[in-house]
């Protein structure tokens, strides 16, 4: 299946938390509507595979707007879950004049083709979304001349049930949806708690390696939990190239093995937590490795948005991941 570049379409706090969601619902055996965005023209919100996921109770994650383009979305996907529906395409078209004064506008002036699978369809997706998640592989899209959605992860792939589309014209691109970039959490803190979901909102998979009783409940609600030193909790974890890590320990000699284990790792980002005059003693002390790091070390971590406290820290530190991860 050949991508065309403008079809890569990154997690983004979307396609995560709607497979994790998806996952969830299928578990409860509870039926659920997954939605994908297959085209895109104009001005919108969102981009070519955007993922939204609907239940019995309406919305449950995504989004394709602000709020004023959901709620068609919603209906249909109700009535798939109560009909027990086969799916449904649905185009959203916000492009002429008169659709701005239509009810529910957006006024963005773009065009949206959407696919909405069935109950059955959805919960087959669930396999996909355990490759997606856990091993961490991206997910292919495509659409037949017959209008059947294909959805591919790994070796496991989904063929959704047939439907026409409703228009006229090419079949949508073929889309990649890449999984979620990963950081890896050395240490757990006061801001850990407030750090872990403000980053897998954003669409990171977050792990940490902590093993010291006081801290490991502050490590709570990540993707892995690896309960081990430092230095043997990265060989666990496997650090790879396009991987973030967070050196937060809130100790020196722990920071210190932490850091000198990660002068032969490849990841790309490293960040340290603590001021100017620690991160200065840390690496005098690492002597040659300090070489290894300084490309890819931010010390101190964070971006400069003002105020202090863990709730501050944690802001500051995911602006700065989400600042790196869109630099290219």
């Known amino acids: ?28 055996q509870a039926p659920c509507v997954l939605a994908l965005v297959c085209e895109v023209d104009g001005s919108a919100y969102v981009a070519p595979g955007t993922l939204l996921l609907f239940g019995q109770a309406g919305r449950l994650r995504g989004w394709v707007s602000g709020g004023c383009l959901e709620r068609h979305i919603e209906e249909r996907a109700a009535a798939l879950i109560a009909e027990e529906g086969v799916g449904e395409w649905i185009e959203l078209d916000q492009r002429d004049d008169a659709a701005l004064l239509a009810p529910s506008a957006s006024g963005c002036r773009g065009r949206i083709r959407l696919r909405l699978l069935g109950p059955r369809d959805s919960a087959r997706c669930a396999a996909l979304a355990e490759l997606f998640l856990s091993a961490g592989l991206p997910m292919r899209v495509s659409v037949d001349a017959q209008g059947s959605l294909s959805l591919d992860c790994g070796d496991t792939a989904m063929h959704s049930a047939r439907l026409a589309l409703p228009w006229p014209g090419p079949l949508p691109d073929p889309l990649l949806i890449r999984p979620a970039p990963r950081v890896l959490l050395l240490g757990a803190g006061a ?95 690492l002597g040659e490795a300090s070489a290894a790091l300084a490309p890819r070390l931010e010390a101190p971590v964070g971006l400069d948005l003002g105020g202090k406290g863990p709730a501050a820290i944690a802001l500051s530190i995911a602006a700065s991941l989400q600042r790196w991860r869109h630099a290219d």
């Open 1 to 28: 299946m050949d991508i065309h570049p403008s079809s890569l379409a990154g997690a983004d706090g979307g396609a995560p938390e709607v497979l994790r969601c998806l996952r969830q619902q299928v578990g409860a």
């Open 191 to 285: 801001e850990s708690p407030l750090l872990i979901p403000q980053l897998r909102a954003l669409g990171w998979r977050v792990e940490a390696c902590e093993q010291r009783p006081r801290w490991l409940p502050l490590a709570a609600g990540v993707d892995r939990l690896v309960e081990a030193p430092p230095e043997r909790g990265l060989a666990l974890l496997e650090p790879r190239e396009e991987d973030a890590v967070l050196v937060m320990h809130h100790d020196f000699e722990r920071d210190r093995a932490a850091l000198a284990a990660l002068a032969g790792h490849p990841c790309r980002w490293i960040g340290l937590l603590g001021p100017r005059r620690r991160r200065d003693d840390l690496l005098r002390l």
